[in-house]
Structure formats: C-alpha cells, structure tokens
C-alpha cells in the first residue's frame, strides 16, 4: 500500500511536471492550421464586408438616406440611433474586417513571398477606414487591432488625421499603389472576389477611392492639384466593367441576405415619400427596377411612397398602398452586386470637382457619362431625352447643377451602405425630408452614434471622444462637414 501511494504521488508529480514544460506541445493539434491563407482572408474580408454592407445599406443605410421608409419596427427610422433593430450597427462589421485584413499585413511583413497580397490589403485597409469615420467621425485608428501586443483601449484619432496623416486613408493608398507597381514576384492574386487577380484593376480601384477621399474634404482641404493629377492620368474607373463589385447569386448560400428573411420582414421596406417625389419629377423608369407598382399590381405602373419616420404605435398602415422594394433585391438577387466603387460614382465625383472648379474638365460631359453608366448598372434603358430635355438636362431651366449631379449619384447608390446620407451630409442634396415622428427633435442625424460596447470597453477613450461630439450626439458633425 505504501509502494501504491508513493507511485501514484510520483505520478502526479511527473504530470504536474510535463503540463508545465510541455503545455504548449503536448495541447497543439498538428492537424490543425495556426495562421490563415492570405487567399483566404483576402477572399473572408471583401465577401464578409460586401455582403454585411449590403444588407446595412437596406435596412439602416436607406432609411437614413430616405431611400425606403420602415413602417414598423422603426426606431431607427425615426432616428433613434441607438437602438438598432434590423440592423443599423456597422461598427463590429467594418472593425471586424479591418482586424482580418491587417492578418494579412502582418503575414505579408513576415513573408516577402506574399508581397502580392500587400497592395491590395492596403488599399482594403484605407477602403474600410474610410467607410468607418465617414459613419462615426474620430475613431480608434492608429492604437487599433494591437490586442494581441496587449494594446486592448485604443485611443480615438483626429477624423482630419485619420485622412490627412502621415499614415491615413490617403497616404495608405498611395502606399498599396507602390506596393502593386514594385511587385515583381510571379505568384498570382487569388481570393480576388473583385478584379479575379488583376492587379491593374486594383490600381484603378485605389485611384477611384482617391478621387473620392478628395472631394470628400474639398471644403476643408485644397485638393485641386491632387485631383487634376488623377484625372490627367486617367488611370481610375472609367467603365463598368471595371467597377469594384462582386455578384450576388440566386439561391443560397451567397444570394443577398434580404431573400433569406421573411416576407413579412421584407415588405417593411416601402419607397419613402423623399424617392417618389425625386422619381416623379424626373420621370425615372429605374423606379421598376427598385419598387413593385402600388399595390404590388404588375399589370399598372403607378408608385406610392409614404413619409419617414412613422409612430407605428398610432398610425394604421397598409403595404397595399404603397410600393414594396423591388424583385432585385429578394427574388432575382443574382441581377445585384455587393457595390464598393464604379465608373458611375467616380464620373458624378468628378463633375461635381469641375463643377466646382476644382478640376479643369467638362462638368456636363462627365456627369452625362455617369447617368449613362448608372442606368447601364441598374439594367435600365436610359430614355432618349432623359439627358436632352427633362429635369435631368445638364442646367436645364436653372436647374442647380451640383444638386443634379448628387441626386443622381444618390439614386444610384441605393443599397449601397451609408453612401447616399454620407453625401447628403456632405453637400445636403437631394433635400431631405423632416419625418413624420422624430425621436430627435426633427433634426436629420449626422453621425452615427458610437456603440454602447465601447463605454464598458474602452471607457476612458470612449469618455474622451463622447465629450469631443457633445454626449456621442449624433446631431455633433464630423470635421469634414463642419
């Protein structure tokens, strides 16, 4: 018994021994991947992000933008920010994959063979960072997705760093741009949901987010001879078959995620008041294409729209009377991209740079250009005198012709995240509506609110920046709009 007891207290002994030297060993499963394949984190972050964004864009982008109404379940619609419903909270879907692509960075930083990878997570990196300040304004940029070198309350940067600074949105594409053009290894781009590995396209890509970074801070920046440089070389998104989308597909698993939910779900979704009277006046047959007829009747074409922002409480709606979002975006999603940035978008950019002055062109010929391509990616036939003689001519009858050129750019960008409000905010075209039961005191929000995870998680930061926007008030307006 003695012999017994001893063994067994040497047993443990050699066992608590081999746990503490050979832990690591002994719990590492050899079958089992330590570090994902750039291809695909490559391939996770711009599927996750265009398909996440898309449905945010639906269900949150375009009641802030006055693109639908939501007629129950509709705090956010009546602007109550904070309480997320459907969706509305693109914190955790930008932060997530700016943690995946930045795995690629550090993969790439340790691995010279991976170098192809750099550019294009590079110009993801300032693509992502950019769509989450122009949301939220000041955010963790610089401190962030450091937690695994214990850096765990990042501080919040200066929006105008975070755009301007020697390592932001700018300077980071200019970076991914040298990074394409100094590669010089053989190993192709896979995971390449946009431009199948053409590193050319990727260049246009950046080019085109330049152009866009830079009208984005024209009243507070002199960008003219940036701007004029781009456009000189033309080497940015010129047709649309450049675009940076990627298709969405019929059936399951990769179809838009609004052909999952119910119908009744679904059919909350209604043309908002804001896109019939701008539909109306110009007479816009993409309107078949976004919305079914008025009482959902397809042998009659006429379309109904109701006012943001009603009290579901008191207020009796029928769906019946109004216009249910489009078949593109429930039974014939294949017909729909996840969008990033088109030739159409960068053409009304541009016109709206000559426009302004900001850059020597032909403001009418460009934004011509980008109706051509917005009716060509919407599947539409651009009427014969949509562009001649209607409230659409160029400056016709004293038409103001930046809020021409936005509202365009505003229609086309429906279901495009938060692009549409972000660009109202910035220029206030097209004219916005008061809803009809704000719960913020009938002011149009321009910021999204910071979420409530980052006061418990980061509080002092967090303190900082909410003190910096009057309370996380989502009427404080980020630097490029003030």
Not at 199 to 228: E, H, M
Not at 247 to 274: K, V, Y
Request: with cysteine; net charge negative; proline share 5%.
């Amino acid at each position: 018994m003695k012999f017994l007891k001893y063994s067994v207290l040497l047993g443990l002994v050699i066992g608590s021994f081999a746990c503490t030297t050979d832990f690591e060993t002994i719990n590492t499963n050899p079958n089992a991947p330590i570090a994902v394949q750039p291809s695909l984190l490559l391939r996770q972050v711009i599927y996750d992000y265009g398909d996440e964004m898309a449905y945010e864009g639906f269900v949150a982008g375009n009641l802030l933008g006055q693109y639908f109404t939501a007629i129950d379940f509709n705090l956010f619609d009546r602007h109550s920010l904070m309480e997320p419903q459907f969706g509305g909270n693109p914190w955790p879907v930008i932060y997530t994959n700016l943690r995946d692509n930045e795995l690629i960075l550090d993969q790439v930083k340790t691995n010279t063979a991976l170098a192809v990878y750099e550019g294009p997570a590079l110009i993801m990196k300032a693509y992502l960072t950019m769509a989450l300040t122009d949301i939220f304004g000041n955010v963790p940029y610089s401190e962030a997705l450091q937690g695994a070198d214990g850096q765990v309350t990042p501080a919040y940067d200066e929006q105008e760093a975070i755009y301007t600074g020697t390592d932001g949105i700018l300077a980071v594409l200019d970076q991914g741009i040298a990074a394409i053009a100094n590669y010089q290894g053989s190993i192709p781009l896979q995971g390449d949901l946009l431009f199948n590995g053409d590193l050319a396209g990727w260049t246009r890509f950046a080019n085109s987010l330049r152009i866009k970074a830079l009208v984005r801070i024209s009243d507070r920046v002199n960008v003219a001879g940036q701007l004029q440089t781009i456009y000189a070389a033309g080497n940015y998104l010129q047709t649309n078959d450049q675009n940076a989308t990627f298709d969405f597909n019929d059936g399951q698993p990769n179809n838009f995620r609004m052909a999952n939910l119910r119908a009744g779900d679904f059919n909350l979704f209604i043309m908002s008041e804001t896109m019939e009277d701008i539909l109306v006046n110009l007479n816009d047959p993409r309107r078949a294409v976004w919305f079914r007829p008025f009482g959902n009747d397809p042998t009659q074409s006429q379309y109904a729209g109701l006012l943001n922002g009603p009290d579901a409480s008191q207020t009796s709606i029928s769906v019946a009377d109004y216009s249910l979002s489009g078949t593109i975006f429930r039974e014939r999603t294949g017909d729909l991209d996840a969008n990033f940035l088109t030739a159409w978008e960068t053409h009304f950019l541009l016109a709206e740079a000559a426009e302004k002055g900001l850059l020597t062109a032909d403001a009418k010929t460009l934004y011509e250009r980008g109706v051509a391509q917005a009716f060509d990616y919407w599947q539409t036939e651009l009427p014969a005198d949509y562009l001649s003689t209607g409230p659409a001519a160029y400056g016709a009858t004293g038409a103001n012709k930046l809020e021409q050129i936005i509202t365009q750019k505003w229609l086309a960008n429906i279901v495009n995240g938060y692009e549409g409000w972000i660009e109202y905010r910035r220029t206030g075209f097209p004219a916005l509506k008061t809803i009809a039961a704000s719960l913020n005191n009938n002011l149009i929000p321009v910021r999204m609110p910071y979420p409530t995870e980052e006061a418990a998680l980061n509080p002092a930061n967090y303190n900082a920046a909410a003190t910096a926007t009057n309370g996380n008030s989502i009427n404080s307006r980020v630097w490029w709009d003030n």
